[in-house]
């Protein structure tokens, strides 16, 4: 990784809509080197994917929670089926395995109201098996709001 497809990185990170011309353009490249550069970011999975981040409270998605889930088994089975009931409820924004806390689990949830919330916990995350435990908390303020990766820890390389 070097010093241009690291400014590649983050132009895209910024604005992953941009052309490749005007990409080659901000990084200064002409476009057939960019396009190749951006080509074996994606083929070596450093771009994983291109999305459009949307504005939840626009859409009416007005609650954010972070969930903590304590299961009552520690099990390959019983976390995997866990983890398979959960990919199947799309408020679940985000679901991680984490470890330093008495909770197994952390979901980050994005739903309309308390009301949808109540009803998601209820008929859905404590039926799952082996839940044990729900600790929730809700975002009353976003202060920082970002989904670009820090790129200045990335040690500079030539590229051959």
Do not use: W
């Amino acid at each position: 990784m070097d010093r241009l497809d690291k400014r590649i990185l983050s132009e895209l990170q910024a604005d992953g809509t941009l052309t490749n011309a005007e990409l080659a353009e901000r990084v200064g490249l002409s476009a057939t080197p960019c396009a190749r550069r951006v080509k074996q970011l994606e083929e070596e999975g450093v771009i994983a994917r291109r999305v459009v981040l949307l504005n939840a409270s626009k859409l009416g998605l007005k609650l954010h929670a972070l969930v903590q889930i304590s299961m009552d088994k520690h099990t390959p089975d019983r976390f995997e089926h866990f983890e398979s009931e959960v990919r199947k409820h799309p408020e679940v924004i985000e679901l991680m395995l984490i470890t330093g806390q008495s909770a197994d689990y952390l979901l980050k949830l994005v739903l309309p109201d308390m009301e949808h919330y109540h009803d998601f916990l209820l008929n859905k995350i404590t039926r799952i098996e082996g839940v044990a435990d729900v600790h929730s908390s809700f975002i009353m303020r976003r202060v920082i709001e970002n989904t670009a990766l820090p790129l200045d820890y990335i040690p500079e390389t030539g590229r051959a």
